[in-house]
């Protein structure tokens, strides 16, 4: 069992395996990126299963992700996807936007995640860059509140519109919490 | 003008007072903008093959411009995924793109596989890439036979449906069920490919090309077809990734991205097929790309099931593959395991995984936070009609009512997926 919980070497079988298809290696990358922004623009860089992964600023991630964008060595020109997380107990940096870059040329992906207080959640938007980000953007608002600044038509997407509360957040459980004909004593709820 | 100010108080146009109005804009473009007609395009109709909602300003039978409206069929899956235990997110990802649940189901166990590090056989990963294409021929049939629906052209869909009714068949025979499939588990299938499966599957191989040749010799050089898809609603590779698509539609528009290329999983190394492109991302493209992805799909599935290698087809995991029922009730080991794996009582190594496969629609997404916990602290589904739905205001600007409504089935955009 604990070899299994602990997996280094699914971690390890993924990092090699990304290593060995992609054309240019999460180090090159990590480099050109700190040579572009700054090497302390990047904090708790990792390498999940592979991915590269870093936390930036929000007063950055615009222009960083812009300049990627037009950027010609790396070309990580395409945003796959982008989605929300709330961490209650982070102090501070409740709400985070976790981004995620492509390069369809040389096939190399990017994390990026911001981190900042639930009292204050605005963002500047991504919908300059790329178009895609509008309905990801209304999702990330609809589900956790985050306000982008500069968003054409930030309203809610997927539930009413008459909604007064943002669903995704971890202080809204799934099922009612003072239902007590569904207690299990041995494995909860 | 007084009449005009009250047509636009009410935003509808009396049919007199209309054609009067017709008459005297042919020479005062300026008022052009007091003629536009507000149509409530859906939410339930049809011809928009599930349910969301256009608000079109139309200017006759021109489109000005449109407000997509989605989520009404939203069921909050990323909510209850953070309540599920890993196996019970299964059936919530049949209901994304139901037309082609074999890829959501593998997808999301690959997923899973990843984060715990376990080794899947190779048959187990052969009968997952048959499984997978025809899904995938599923799917595209479903698209291109309503495609040829709303041009005008039903025999070419009862085709279709009859071979997807067929797949549907060997479906059963492989997990039991035809729509929502549910289809694997966490480690590999949950069971092998049965002489009747198999059966079925060649007999279905060999009668399979003869219809599809006869549903292109219908429409692939038939005039009308050409007429009414050709140059509607095309979209440039440019503009397309910019949108963020994926799958047949991007490949319309002529970029060859295809991530069974890009980043192999469950062994697409292994065959030799050709990502078809087209050049405008119109109609025509689309359909045709999905057309020729038919006949990939029928390679691949040949050339598994001909290299179909012997072995187990489940991974040797016994703290996430249940064991063999029978073996439930003589053996105490077993018994332990089937009643932690049934209670979600096995915990999950913390990290952060992201998998995706190509569905029937582009890139199928899962971005999975796990706290070390039973169930995912975060899962996010990247979903590609969610993610290209949203150009399709871009697309149909400029063109008329009955263009809009193919250019929509084209794009194959399923409403389980689009909400989720």
């Not at chain 1, 904090?43 to 590269?52: A, F, I, P, T, W």
Request: charged content about 20%; some cysteine; aromatic content about 10%.
């Amino acid at each position: 069992m604990s070899e299994l919980n602990t997996s280094p070497a699914a971690q390890q079988k993924a990092a090699d395996y990304v290593k060995a298809h992609a054309a240019i290696g999460n180090e090159q990358i990590l480099a050109r990126l700190q040579e572009l922004f700054g090497a302390d623009t990047f904090s708790d860089v990792e390498e999940q299963y592979g991915l590269l992964t870093a936390t930036v600023s929000r007063e950055k991630i615009h222009e960083i992700i812009d300049v990627l964008h037009g950027e010609e060595q790396l070309q990580l020109n395409f945003l796959t996807t982008m989605c929300g997380v709330h961490w209650p107990d982070n102090e501070g940096k409740e709400l985070s936007v976790v981004y995620q870059l492509h390069s369809l040329v040389n096939n190399i992906r990017l994390r990026l995640k911001i981190f900042f207080p639930i009292q204050d959640p605005v963002v500047p938007t991504l919908t300059d860059v790329y178009a895609t980000a509008n309905w990801m953007e209304r999702e990330a608002f609809d589900f956790y509140g985050i306000i982008f600044t500069g968003h054409p038509n930030l309203i809610r997407i997927l539930n009413v519109e008459d909604m007064d509360y943002h669903p995704m957040r971890k202080e809204y459980p799934l099922e009612d919490g003072t239902r007590e004909d569904k207690t299990d004593l041995f494995f909860g709820r | 003008m007084a009449t005009n100010d009250a047509l636009t108080a009410t935003g509808h146009i009396h049919h007199e007072a209309a054609q009067q109005q017709r008459g005297v804009m042919v020479t005062k473009t300026e008022d052009f903008g007091t003629d536009l007609t507000t149509l409530n395009l859906g939410p339930t109709h049809p011809a928009t093959h599930g349910i969301f909602q256009n608000i079109l300003q139309m200017d006759g039978e021109k489109i000005i411009s449109g407000v997509p409206t989605i989520g009404y069929i939203h069921r909050a899956f990323e909510k209850i995924a953070e309540r599920r235990p890993f196996y019970q997110i299964t059936p919530l990802t049949d209901r994304m793109n139901y037309c082609s649940s074999p890829i959501n189901n593998m997808g999301w166990h690959m997923t899973v596989e990843k984060l715990l590090g376990i080794e899947v056989p190779k048959r187990a990963q052969y009968i997952r890439v048959i499984m997978m294409e025809l899904a995938r021929i599923a799917d595209h049939l479903v698209c291109n036979g309503i495609l040829g629906v709303d041009t005008g052209a039903f025999s070419g869909f009862l085709y279709l449906f009859e071979e997807r009714e067929n797949i549907y068949e060997i479906y059963e025979e492989v997990c039991g069920s035809r729509l929502t499939t549910n289809m694997g588990r966490v480690g590999g299938m949950e069971r092998d490919l049965s002489p009747v499966a198999l059966e079925k599957l060649r007999t279905w191989l060999k009668r399979f090309p003869a219809v599809m040749r006869e549903f292109q010799n219908l429409f692939d050089r038939n005039r009308i077809f050409m007429d009414r898809t050709i140059n509607v609603g095309p979209i440039t590779a440019e503009r397309a990734l910019n949108y963020g698509f994926t799958g047949p539609n991007l490949r319309a528009a002529g970029v060859d991205y295809d991530v069974r290329v890009m980043n192999p999983y469950s062994s697409y190394q292994d065959f030799d097929f050709e990502i078809p492109v087209g050049t405008n991302g119109d109609t025509y493209d689309r359909y045709l790309v999905r057309n020729e992805e038919i006949w990939q799909s029928l390679r691949i599935i040949n050339q598994a099931l001909e290299n179909l290698p012997e072995g187990p087809y489940h991974a040797d995991a016994p703290h996430y593959y249940l064991p063999p029922k029978q073996e439930v009730y003589r053996n105490m080991e077993a018994l332990i395991y089937h009643f932690k794996i049934i209670m979600g009582e096995i915990d999950a190594p913390a990290g952060e995984v992201y998998h995706s496969v190509e569905g029937g629609n582009g890139e199928l997404g899962f971005y999975l936070i796990s706290d070390g916990g039973r169930t995912p602290y975060r899962l996010h589904f990247r979903r590609p009609c969610y993610i290209y739905y949203q150009a399709y205001p871009e697309m149909v600007v400029g063109s008329t009512l009955s263009d809009a409504i193919i250019t929509l089935s084209s794009m194959n955009v399923i409403a389980g997926e689009l909400d989720a």
